[in-house]
């Protein structure tokens, strides 16, 4: 039995066609790209400059100057809310962001209120997204930045960019949006929505792990940061430290290949989605659907199993792999922040579990999804006595067959 992967939004297969470019990089054209003085340094840059091109592309920025290259998202999360918040507290140090944020941004504007900040955190909808009249009304005289997410990692909901992006431009207020999910998988144009900092990652377009972006607004405005890492002054100064050459021609075609095949892989995956979805609805009640259906990430399934522990039904299925609750605090066994901001109830929010696909995945892998979680959701219930109390309490329907 071969093992089925459906935890793309924590992580996915390097694409072997990203493998391919990133390969010299890893062996012959071993080059530092900011030697200047020798061709192994130029034949380095070179290729740097056409992965910027690339991200740049994906996300229409008007100058590959804008794309700075950094460990991965959570560095250019860091980047961002430490150091552009540090180089404007003369105008102001308050700064929103929203409860279903990634604690690669929630963590860091906890540590900027230690630091004297003030920091407001909107709450959302039932599907996730925030309202833009809270957000309108919470923009104050030192407002320096809002932080909030293109695409959220657990429940795929889409946050209102554009909408955001007209909010903050007119009030002179930098907007930030951790992309890293939305990325590839959905169109992004920093112009139009008015998006003035932006993060995303390679390891969630199937690139490598460890290199990630941050595009940073140089005209209207142009944005200025205090960078985190002081050293040789790369990237424009906005990240000191040898270039990762062979992860950022990793990212930059993973990139290429995210845009060209957005369109193709986003009905694809969608379709699969919607079939493991209507699939589980029909075989598995009760069950609900977490998030926003209409403004969701293609690839995205959020559910809540009700009687039915998401870890022990993680265990139950040997041979998927997905997600229970929040991936990055389910050491904790926590119940997801994410889902508490959607209103989950305490005692449904251990009955979730996240499915994300991605490329790779296949239709025969989807039914045997199906039939294996409906299988261990049958055999957990049969051993649930708050399934059978509700059962004979009658207020659900004994399954025959
Ligand atoms: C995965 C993820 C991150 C962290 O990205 P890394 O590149 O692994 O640091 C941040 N934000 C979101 C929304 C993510 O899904």
Known sequence: MSRVYLDNNATTRLDPRVLDAMMPYLTDRFGNAASRSHAFGWEAEEAVEKAREQVAG??????????????????????VIKGVTSMYAEQGR??????????????????????????????????????????????????????????????????????????CKPRGVLFHTDATQAFGKVPIDVQ??????????????????????????????????????????HERGFRSGTLNVPGIVGLGQAAALTGAEMAADAARIGALRDRLWTALRDRIEPITRNGDPQHCLPNTLNLSVHYVEGEGLMMACKDLAFSSGSACTSASLEPSHVLKALGVADDVAPSSIRLSLGRFNTADEVETAIDQITRAV????????????????????????
Request: with cysteine; aromatic share 4%.
């Open 192 to 233: 139009a929505m008015g998006i003035d900092l932006l993060s995303c990652s390679g390891h969630k377009i199937y690139g490598p792990k460890g290199v990630g972006a941050l595009f940073v607004r140089r005209r209207a405005p142009r944005v200025r940061c205090r960078p985190l890492f002081h050293g040789g002054g």
């Open 58 to 79: 994906l996300i229409g920025a008007e100058s590959t100057k804008e794309i700075v290259w950094t460990s991965g998202a959570t560095e250019s999360n860091n980047i």
């Open 94 to 167: 308050h700064v929103i962001t929203q409860r279903t944020e990634h604690k690669a941004v929630l963590d860091p504007c906890k540590f900027l209120e230690t630091q004297g900040s003030s920091v407001t955190v909107l709450d959302v909808d039932s599907g996730g997204r925030i309202r833009l009249e809270e957000l309108e009304s919470a923009i104050r005289e030192d407002t320096i930045l809002v932080s909030v997410m293109f695409a959220n990692n657990e429940i795929g909901t889409i946050q209102p960019i554009a909408e955001i992006g007209r909010l």
């Open 378 to 401: 049958e055999r957990l219930r049969a051993m649930s006595p708050t399934y059978e109390m509700a059962l004979q309490a009658g207020s659900l329907q004994r399954r025959t067959g």
